[in-house]
C-alpha cells in the first residue's frame, strides 16, 4: 500500500484565497484525521471521520474550515477565505481502528498564506 | 486541559543510548504512544503502550511507563545517525483517540 497520500505538498496561496487539502487514506481503514502542526501551538487534531461520517469536529478554528469525506477513499480540508495565519503544515492521517491507536501519517501538505 | 510535556532537544553520540523523556497529566491516559518525524515527513508511529504496562521492547526500543508519576520514556540502544528526528509522546484515553494530545515534540541529534 502506498500509504496515506496527501495533495499538494506544498501550497503557496495569496490571503483570500480559497484553499482545498486532499487526503487518500489507505485502504481498509476506516478513521480519518485531520491534523494542523505550527511551531507555536504543536500538533492539533482539527476534525475526526469515522466510517466517512464526521465524529468531533470541535478543533475546526472557525467557520473558514471546512472538512469532507464523500467516500472511504477521499477527504477534503477547505479554508475559505485563507489568512496568514492559517499557514501550517497539515496532516492526514488513517486508522483500521476507531480508537485510532496505530495511525498512519500522510507527508502533510505545506500551506503558506501570504 | 491535559498536557504532554518533553524536553526540547536532546544530542547523543553515534552508538551511545538515548533516552527521550515524557510527562503527562491525564490520570485517565489509557494509550501512550511515541512518534517519529524525520523532516519534511509525516509523523510515523514507533511503538505504543496501554496503561496496564510498564514496559514495552521492540528492538531498540525500549518504552518505559510509571504510571504513579505520570512517566514516559523511550530508550534507544545503539543510537544511529538515522534516529535523528523529532520524536513525539501522545496520550489518549480510552476509546477516545480523536482526543489525542500531542507533546512539543524532542529533537534528537545524533552526532557521528
Known amino acids: 500500500d502506498a500509504g496515506v497520500i496527501q495533495s499538494p505538498r506544498h501550497e503557496v496561496t495569496e490571503m483570500g484565497q480559497e484553499v482545498t487539502l486532499r487526503c487518500k487514506p489507505i485502504?481498509?481503514?476506516?478513521?480519518l484525521f485531520w491534523y494542523r502542526q505550527t511551531m507555536m501551538r504543536g500538533l492539533e487534531l482539527l476534525i475526526y471521520?469515522?466510517?466517512?461520517?464526521?465524529?468531533?469536529d470541535s478543533g475546526m478554528p472557525e467557520d473558514r474550515f471546512s472538512a469532507k469525506m464523500p467516500n472511504a477513499s477521499f477527504s477534503t480540508l477547505k479554508i475559505q477565505p485563507s489568512e496568514p495565519r492559517d499557514s501550517a503544515v497539515y496532516f492526514c492521517?488513517?486508522?483500521?481502528?476507531?480508537?485510532?491507536?496505530?495511525?498512519?501519517f500522510g507527508q502533510g501538505t505545506r500551506l503558506t498564506v501570504v | 486541559g491535559e498536557d504532554v510535556e518533553q524536553s526540547l532537544f536532546l544530542s547523543v553520540r553515534e552508538g551511545d543510548s538515548s533516552v527521550i523523556n515524557c510527562t503527562y497529566t491525564?490520570?485517565?491516559?489509557?494509550?501512550l504512544y511515541w512518534y517519529k518525524q524525520e523532516p519534511g515527513a509525516g509523523l510515523q508511529l514507533l511503538t505504543y503502550i496501554f496503561s496496564n504496562m510498564d514496559m514495552k521492547q521492540d528492538q531498540r526500543l525500549t518504552v518505559l511507563l510509571n504510571k504513579k508519576d505520570k512517566h514516559l520514556s523511550l530508550r534507544i540502544a545503539d543510537t544511529q545517525t538515522g534516529d535523528s528526528a523529532i520524536y513525539f509522546c501522545a496520550e489518549s484515553p480510552r476509546g477516545g483517540y480523536q482526543k489525542v494530545t500531542f507533546g512539543t515534540g524532542t529533537k534528537l541529534q545524533v552526532i557521528p
Open positions: 471521520f469515522n466510517n466517512n461520517v464526521p465524529i468531533d
Open positions: 491525564d490520570s485517565s491516559s489509557t494509550y
Open positions: 485502504s481498509g481503514h476506516n478513521s
Open positions: 492521517a488513517s486508522s483500521l481502528r476507531r480508537d485510532g491507536t496505530e495511525a498512519f
